[in-house]
T-cell receptor, first 110, second 118 residues
Framework: TQLLEQSPQFLSIQEGENLTVYCNSS?????LQWYRQEPGEGPVLLVT?????EVKKLKRLTFQFGDARKDSSLHITAAQPGDTGLYLC??????????FGAGTRLFVKA | EAGVAQSPRYKIIEKRQSVAFWCNPI?????LYWYQQILGQGPKLLIQ????????DSQLPKDRFSAERLKGVDSTLKIQPAKLEDSAVYLC????????????????FGEGSWLTVV
């Protein structure tokens, strides 16, 4: 069974702090996505990474795909209350199969 | 570009009743997914269609859940009879599915249909 483990499961921090969320697997992925989901909404795509070692930046968010394409990290600099939400990673194993992690719930206090 | 459309957004039913959810994927997307998301958890795949064929329905409770995508475009997910534990968000999603190693396998979600069974 292919698994995608996210850590931490829950994170509560003060506004202005930095944080990193991890997504790990023993499987190799052809691509990996990060989503953010706010209460009452569906997951919204943040980024897709495809190449091993790839780094993508989206304002204060930095995404990295591991060299072996088995893991990824999301780093948020100077977190804001608007960053609060459920962060999901999803790995595509090639063809038509995508597996999701259980998510990291982030709460940023003002 | 229009996103994934779902309806209804909210539904409250009594246990043992039936309910149906509708989804229209992004135009041109060959793959359509139905996920169930329990509050606080990640999405769980119920069924995946490639055009009008089923690719994966291994986690679909087939005694009570059914789904169809007859013309390879929009889809309907039905629950009959509903149980209390079916209370969840039902997310429809779609992807281009252009092959491995590309961003074409990226999944795009609708806003979800929120089901409460009482």
């Amino acid at each position: 069974t292919q698994l995608l483990e996210q850590s931490p499961q829950f994170l509560s921090i003060q506004e202005g702090e930095n944080l990193t969320v991890y997504c790990n697997s023993s499987s190799v992925f052809s691509s990996l996505q990060w989503y953010r989901q706010e209460p009452g909404e569906g997951p919204v795509l943040l980024v897709t990474v495809v190449t091993g070692g790839e780094v993508k930046k989206l304002k204060r968010l930095t995404f990295q795909f591991g060299d072996a394409r088995k893991d990824s990290s999301l780093h948020i600099t100077a977190a804001q209350p608007g960053d609060t939400g459920l962060y999901l990673c999803a790995g595509n194993t090639g063809g038509f199969k995508t597996i999701f992690g259980a998510g990291t719930r982030l709460f940023v206090k003002a | 570009e229009a996103g994934v459309a779902q309806s209804p957004r909210y539904k409250i039913i009594e246990k043992r009743q039936s309910v149906a959810f509708w989804c229209n994927p992004i135009s041109g997307h060959a793959t359509l997914y139905w996920y169930q998301q329990i509050l606080g958890q990640g999405p769980k795949l119920l069924i995946q269609f490639q055009n009008n064929g089923v690719v994966d329905d291994s986690q679909l409770p087939k005694d009570r859940f059914s789904a169809e995508r007859l013309k390879g475009v929009d889809s309907t997910l039905k629950i009959q009879p509903a149980k209390l534990e079916d209370s969840a968000v039902y997310l429809c999603a779609s992807s281009l599915s252009t092959g491995a190693g590309s961003s074409g396998n990226t999944i795009y979600f609708g806003e979800g249909s929120w089901l409460t069974v009482v």
